[in-house]
T-cell receptor
Framework: AQKITQTQPGMFVQEKEAVTLDCTYDTSDQSYGLFWYKQPSSGEMIFLIYQGSYDEQNATEGRYSLNFQKARKSANLVISASQLGDSAMYFCAMRDFYTGNQFYFGTGTSLTVIP | DVKVTQSSRYLVKRTGEKVFLECVQDMDHENMFWYRQDPGLGLRLIYFSYDVKMKEKGDIPEGYSVSREKKERFSLILESASTNQTSMYLC????????????FGEGSRLTVL
């Protein structure tokens, strides 16, 4: 069964606007971690943000925030004030206690920022 | 600066050749992973290792094997390369625990002719 679902294969956003990238997850564990990674066209995977299942506050890192809705099992990434350099693939990932050391990734969302 | 280093960025091999992809990390992480990335399929786990000489199959282990003789080094082996193994291969490492993020290498793009 799919553990991480990203339903938006591609997204467009105007420069300086905010954009939300969707991610839903599936786990029966109480303890898990949610991660977002950015992959520019150069190919390297860049860690953006982390949310723990017990964290009561939504995680934020600069222009990135994670909209964590535990009951809905969603962990959407919000990018504020988009920049041209934000154009990339974005992957949502989860690590849960039950599976130990494994990470599960979604299929990714390709974001294009339009000048 | 912490690093995961993959030995080759680009490789071109012929069908039937044995292929070694090497990965070294300098963060003393217990866990190391090999992923395969294909368009539209995201990252799929091939194998991971949580300790020296220990390995676990991921979602797509067929046609691959791995070796972890030292903590810092995790090798992916294609015993007899096939054209459907043409792909981007990503190595990663992480500490143990749900809060530990993955650190990735730059990737190895393999083409099998």
């Amino acid at each position: 069964a799919q553990k991480i679902t990203q339903t938006q294969p591609g997204m467009f956003v105007q420069e300086k606007e905010a954009v939300t990238l969707d991610c839903t997850y599936d786990t029966s564990d109480q303890s898990y971690g949610l991660f977002w990674y950015k992959q520019p066209s150069s190919g390297e995977m860049i860690f953006l943000i982390y949310q723990g299942s017990y964290d009561e506050q939504n995680a934020t890192e600069g222009r990135y925030s994670l909209n964590f809705q535990k009951a809905r099992k969603s962990a959407n990434l919000v990018i504020s004030a988009s920049q041209l350099g934000d154009s990339a693939m974005y992957f949502c990932a989860m690590r849960d206690f039950y599976t130990g050391n494994q990470f599960y990734f979604g299929t990714g969302t390709s974001l294009t920022v339009i000048p | 600066d912490v690093k995961v280093t993959q030995s080759s960025r680009y490789l071109v091999k012929r069908t039937g050749e044995k292929v070694f992809l090497e990965c070294v990390q300098d963060m003393d992480h217990e866990n190391m992973f090999w992923y395969r990335q294909d368009p539209g399929l995201g990252l799929r786990l091939i194998y991971f290792s949580y300790d020296v000489k220990m390995k676990e199959k991921g979602d797509i282990p067929e046609g691959y094997s791995v070796s972890r003789e030292k903590k810092e080094r995790f090798s992916l082996i294609l015993e007899s390369a096939s054209t459907n193994q043409t792909s981007m291969y990503l190595c990663a490492s992480s500490p143990t625990g749900v809060t530990g993020e993955l650190f990735f290498g730059e990737g190895s793009r393999l083409t099998v002719l």
